[in-house]
């Protein structure tokens, strides 16, 4: 089954402990997404990766870092969490640039 | 960086009735314009699309529209039904080599029984 798997689903964490989501999709595609949902602003790309070690910021990419150093994972790396990061976050991969985005189910962050 | 704006950013109507969402872009050279719907607790997932070189698409129900020169699209639902209820965002990309896409920001449709 096609899949965009991410981890954590749910978590609270303190402000300034490092956290990783992780994320791994299953269809080869070469293009990666960071978003992050909120009330009011929709969504919003965080960073996005083009192919291994090809990663590139997005709108929103103050506070996050990003590695590509498989096809299949895309981790999401918060190195000193702080309230204003308390979200919503999906990965997403794609084929290429112009095709439908595939979204996981999501990681609901809080940061306290 | 492009700017797009979604509205409404809510709307009720009536099962059976029709439903109009619009959206506008700012950078002339986007050329690929998707919309989602995300049920309550679900992911986004692609509901139709339109390219830069065509002015409508339609699939059952669902039509979307795009005005180049206006730099705006629509979201068309006919038939209104409840499951229909859900945020839609509409999307912009540039295909050009790259992968920088921005959204609306979101509207949440009530389709009433």
């Known amino acids: 089954e096609a899949q965009v798997t991410q981890n954590p689903r749910y978590l609270i964490t303190v402000t300034g402990k490092k956290l990783t989501v992780t994320c791994s999709q299953n269809m080869n595609h070469e293009y990666m997404s960071w978003y992050r949902q909120d009330p009011g602003l929709g969504l919003r790309q965080i960073y996005y990766s083009m192919n291994v070690e090809v990663t590139d910021k997005g709108d929103v990419p103050e506070g996050y870092k990003v590695s590509r150093k498989e096809k299949r994972n895309f981790p999401l790396i918060l190195e000193s969490p702080s309230p204003n990061q308390t979200s919503l976050y999906f990965c997403?991969?794609?084929?290429?640039?112009?095709?439908?985005?595939?979204f996981g189910e999501g990681s609901w962050l809080t940061v306290v | 960086g492009e700017n797009v704006e979604q509205h409404p950013s809510t709307l009720s109507v009536q099962e059976g009735d029709s439903a109009v969402i619009k959206c506008t872009y700012s950078?002339?050279?986007?050329?690929?314009f998707p919309w989602y719907k995300q049920e309550l607790g679900k992911r986004p997932q692609l509901i139709i699309d339109?390219?830069?070189?065509?002015g409508e698409k339609k699939d059952q129900r669902i039509a979307v529209t795009l005005n180049k020169t206006a730099k705006h699209f629509s979201l068309h639902i006919t038939e209104t039904q409840p499951e229909d209820s859900a945020v839609y965002f509409c999307a912009v990309e540039n295909s050009g080599g790259y992968q920088k896409v921005t959204f609306g920001t979101g509207t949440k449709l009530q389709v009433i029984p």
């Open positions: 950078d002339s050279a986007s050329n690929y």
């Open positions: 997403a991969s794609t084929t290429s640039a112009g095709n439908t985005i595939y």
């Open positions: 339109i390219r830069s070189n065509v």
